[in-house]
C-alpha cells in the first residue's frame, strides 16, 4: 500500500557549503535505496533565494523538510545519521 | 556597503559618532554614550534578568529617535509575544514595525530533528536580504543559545559563533547577542561559549538578579569595553515604566553645579527666623526624630510654603496613603488639597512601589522629573534601611541627595530614629545627615507627666542659627514655635512653660499695679504741693497788699498831721514860724 505514497522533500541548502552538499549527497542515496521512483527533492538555495527562506521560516542550513506525505517534518543538518533520519521521515520499516 | 541602504546607513562610517545611544536611562553615562556603533556587544545574564528588554530597548530607542532601523532576531519568544511585552512599556512596536523595527521568528521549532552539522548560513542570507531592504543598522540576536545549543559539538559552536561575528562586522551592524549564563556554570557548553564569546566581543555586559533579605536586586556591570573608558562598577537597576532604568553612581560633573544664595521658606516662619531666611535653595535638609514628633508635619508645611510660591513640589510619602496624609495635615491647618487639585503638588504614596531600595530612588527620579519638581519632599528616607538594604540604602541615600543637588532641588527628608538609643547624636541614620545641609532634629520632652515636642537646629552649613531648644506647637492654625525656658538648668515646655509664662506675667502685673500706685500718690503728692503753693502765693500777695496799703495809709496820715499842724498854727496865729515857712 505504501507504493503509491509519494514523498515529496524539499532542501534548502547554503550554495555550495560542504554541510549542504553533504546533505544533499545523503538524501539522494536515501531516496535511491528505498524510495526510488516515489520521491520529489525540491532544492531551494537560500543565497539566491533569501525572501524565500525568510518567509518559510528557515535559518538554519542545510534543512530538510518533508512536505508529503503528511505529517510534515523538519530535519536539519548534514543527514548523516541515517537511522534517525529514517525514524524522522517515517521509514523505519524500510530500514535495512 | 551597498547601495541601497538608505542615507543614513551611508553617513554613519564618516560623521557619526562612535557610539551608538541605547536610549536607556543611566546606561548611555556608564558607557559614555553607549554600545559600540558598528561592533559586536555581548549581553549575558540569568533567567528573567532583562536582557531581552534591554535589546529590544536599544532597538527601539534606535528605530524611534536615531534612524537607525533594527532587526530583532527571537531564538526564544514569538514575536507576538514580545510585541505584548514591549506595549506594557508604551513602545509602540506595532507602528515601528512597518518600517524601522523587524522582529524574525526564528524559534526552532519544538519536533524539529537535528541529523548531523549545519550552520546559520540560511539564516544570514535571509537576514541579509532584510538588512538591504529596510536599511537596518541595528540587530539584535536574543537567546542565541538556544540555537546554538543544537549544534554537535563545541567546535561547530566555536564556528557558528565566528561566523556571525564576523558577519556582523562585515556589515557594520552594530548588534547586541544576548546568552543565558549565570556566571557559575562554567563547567557547562553555555558557560564555555560564554567565556569564548567574551574574548571575541568589543563590549560585554552582564545583568544579574538575585534576591536579598526578600527584596529584589538587579545588578548592570559593563565587564568589557574595547576602546573605551567606562564605569566598572556593579550599576544597580529596574525595570520601571517605561524600560529599564539604571542608577548611575555618581554624576561628578553636575554636583557643584548649582549653588544658590536663595533662600526658601521652611513654612515656619519662627524657623526661618532661626535659619537666618529659611533653608537654601537647592540644599538637602534632614529633619530626625522619634514617631510622632512631627516630622511629617514640618515637611509638609515645607511643601505647602513651596506650593505657595507657586514652585512645583513633589511628597513622597512611606508611611500612609496620599490621601490619609492631605487628612491629617489639614488638621494641623495645612492644606494641600488645594494644591493637589491644581496640579503643583504631586503627592505620591510610595508603599504602591515594591522593592529595594534603588527602586524607590530610580521611581522618585522619574516621578520627579516627570512632574518637573522643584520641591521634593520623602517621608520618611529610614524606610530604605528597614527592609533589608542595609548596604545599599547608604549609598542611594548619597544618591539622592547627589541627584537633588545636580537637578537644584530643594530636599526635604524626614527620618526616623530609633526610639532605643535615646542620644540624639548617637542617630543619624543612614549618615544622612552627614550629607544633608541642614540637619534638624525634633525630640520630646518628657517632664511633670507631659511630653513635649522640641526643635534643635543640629547643624545648617552656611548659616548663622540659634541654637536653642524651641517647643514646636501644632494647633488648627498651623505650626508655630515657641521660646522655651530655662530654670535651673531644666528646659520647661508644655504647661510648666505656661506655668512660667504665668508666674512671669503676674510678677509683672504686681510690679506694673505698685507702679501706677506710686505714680498716683505722687501725683497727689503734687498736687497738693501745688495747691499749697498756690495759697502760699495768695497769703503773700495778701501780705504784700497789707503792706502797701500799710505804707501808704502811714504816708497819708503823716501828710494829715503835718497839714493839721500847718492849719492849727495858721488859726492860732502862731508866730513861731517854721523857718521853711518864714522863707516862703
Not at chain 2, 548611555?28 to 558598528?38: A, Q, V, Y
Not at chain 2, 530607542?61 to 526564544?76: L, S
Not at chain 2, 527628608?413 to 530609633?418: A, E, G, H, R
Request: hydrophobic share 40%.
Amino acid at each position: 500500500m505504501s507504493q503509491a505514497v509519494m514523498f515529496k522533500f524539499r532542501l534548502y541548502v547554503a550554495a555550495d557549503a560542504l554541510n549542504s552538499a553533504q546533505a544533499l549527497g545523503n538524501l539522494t542515496a536515501l531516496c535511491r535505496r528505498h524510495l526510488p521512483d516515489r520521491h520529489e527533492i525540491e532544492i531551494i538555495d537560500v543565497f539566491r533565494e533569501p525572501k524565500r527562506a525568510l518567509a518559510d521560516g528557515i535559518f538554519m542550513t542545510p534543512t530538510l523538510v518533508k512536505l508529503a506525505p503528511v505529517p510534515s517534518r523538519t530535519i536539519v543538518g548534514t543527514l548523516s545519521q541515517t537511522q534517525l533520519v529514517m525514524q524522522a521521515l517515517g521509514l523505519e520499516a524500510l530500514a535495512p | 556597503m551597498s547601495a541601497n541602504h538608505p542615507s543614513p546607513g551611508r553617513r554613519s562610517s564618516a560623521k557619526l559618532p562612535s557610539k551608538a545611544l541605547t536610549g536607556i536611562i543611566g546606561f548611555d553615562e556608564i558607557t559614555g554614550g553607549g554600545l559600540p556603533r558598528g561592533r559586536t556587544t555581548l549581553l549575558a545574564g540569568g533567567p528573567g534578568s532583562g536582557k531581552t528588554l534591554l535589546a529590544l530597548q536599544f532597538l527601539v530607542h534606535g528605530a524611534q529617535d536615531c534612524q537607525e532601523p533594527g532587526i530583532f532576531v527571537a531564538f526564544e519568544e514569538t514575536a507576538k509575544r514580545i510585541v505584548a511585552n514591549a506595549d506594557s512599556f508604551g513602545w509602540r512596536l506595532a507602528a515601528l514595525r512597518r518600517k524601522k523595527l523587524f522582529i524574525m521568528d526564528a524559534q526552532p521549532m519544538p519536533e524539529l530533528v537535528q541529523a548531523g552539522d549545519f550552520d546559520l548560513s540560511g539564516m544570514l542570507a535571509a537576514l541579509d536580504a532584510k538588512i538591504k531592504e529596510m536599511g537596518a543598522r541595528r540587530i539584535v540576536f536574543d537567546a542565541l543559545d538556544i540555537v546554538l545549543a543544537l549544534l554537535p559539538e563545541p567546535a561547530a559552536i566555536r564556528r557558528e559563533v565566528y561566523r556571525l561575528h564576523e558577519w556582523l562586522l562585515a556589515r557594520e551592524l552594530t548588534g547586541i547577542i544576548t546568552v543565558k549564563a549565570d556566571g557559575n556554570d562554567a563547567g557547562a557548553v553555555i558557560g564555555q561559549l560564554f567565556g569564548f564569546m567574551q574574548f571575541m566581543v568589543d563590549c560585554a555586559v552582564i545583568l544579574s538578579h538575585c534576591v536579598l533579605l526578600g527584596v529584589s536586586h538587579r545588578n548592570l556591570r559593563v565587564l568589557k569595553y574595547r576602546g573605551s573608558s567606562f564605569d566598572e562598577n556593579e550599576s544597580p537597576f529596574l525595570i520601571g515604566n517605561s524600560g529599564l532604568e539604571v542608577a548611575v553612581a555618581r554624576t561628578p560633573g553636575r554636583v557643584d553645579a548649582k549653588v544658590s544664595k536663595e533662600r526658601v521658606s521652611s513654612g515656619v516662619k519662627r524657623l526661618d527666623t532661626m535659619l537666618d531666611g529659611g533653608y537654601y535653595r537647592g540644599a538637602s535638609v534632614l529633619i530626625t526624630g522619634f514617631s510622632g514628633t512631627a516630622k511629617t508635619t514640618l515637611s509638609a508645611a515645607f511643601a505647602e510654603a513651596a506650593c505657595r510660591r507657586g514652585e512645583r513640589t513633589m511628597f513622597v510619602s512611606f508611611d500612609s496613603d496620599c490621601t490619609e496624609v492631605v487628612r491629617n495635615l489639614a488638621s494641623v491647618g495645612i492644606r494641600l488639597k488645594p494644591y493637589v487639585n491644581s496640579g503643583c503638588l504631586r503627592m505620591i504614596s510610595a508603599r504602591s512601589i515594591a522593592g529595594s531600595a534603588e527602586t524607590y530612588l530610580v521611581r522618585i527620579k522619574t516621578l520627579a522629573q516627570a512632574h518637573g519638581a522643584r520641591c521634593l519632599v520623602i517621608d520618611p528616607v529610614s524606610t530604605w534601611y528597614k527592609s533589608g538594604n542595609d548596604l545599599s540604602a547608604q549609598s542611594v541615600a548619597d544618591r539622592l541627595i547627589d541627584w537633588a543637588k545636580g537637578e537644584g532641588l530643594t530636599l526635604v527628608c524626614t527620618s526616623l530614629s530609633d526610639e532605643m538609643s535615646n542620644r540624639m547624636e548617637s542617630n543619624s541614620p543612614l549618615q544622612v545627615s552627614m550629607l544633608a545641609d541642614t540637619w534638624i532634629h525634633l525630640n520630646y520632652l518628657v517632664q511633670a507627666g507631659e511630653r513635649n515636642r522640641g526643635l534643635s537646629i543640629v547643624k545648617s552649613r552656611g548659616t548663622a542659627h540659634s541654637n536653642q531648644v524651641r517647643e514646636l506647637i501644632l494647633s488648627d492654625a498651623g505650626v508655630t514655635l515657641s521660646d522655651t525656658y530655662t530654670a535651673g538648668g531644666e528646659v520647661l515646655m508644655g504647661t510648666l512653660r505656661w506655668e512660667k509664662e504665668s508666674a512671669e506675667r503676674a510678677v509683672h502685673e504686681a510690679a506694673e499695679v505698685v507702679t501706677k500706685l506710686k505714680g498716683v500718690k505722687l501725683d497727689a503728692e503734687e498736687a497738693e504741693l501745688a495747691a499749697r503753693l498756690k495759697a502760699l502765693q495768695v497769703e503773700l500777695v495778701a501780705k504784700q497788699v497789707e503792706k502797701a496799703l500799710l505804707a501808704s495809709a502811714t504816708q497819708s496820715r503823716k501828710g494829715e498831721l503835718s497839714r493839721g499842724r500847718t492849719r492849727m498854727q495858721e488859726l492860732r496865729g502862731a508866730d513861731a514860724a517854721k523857718p521853711g515857712r518864714k522863707s516862703s
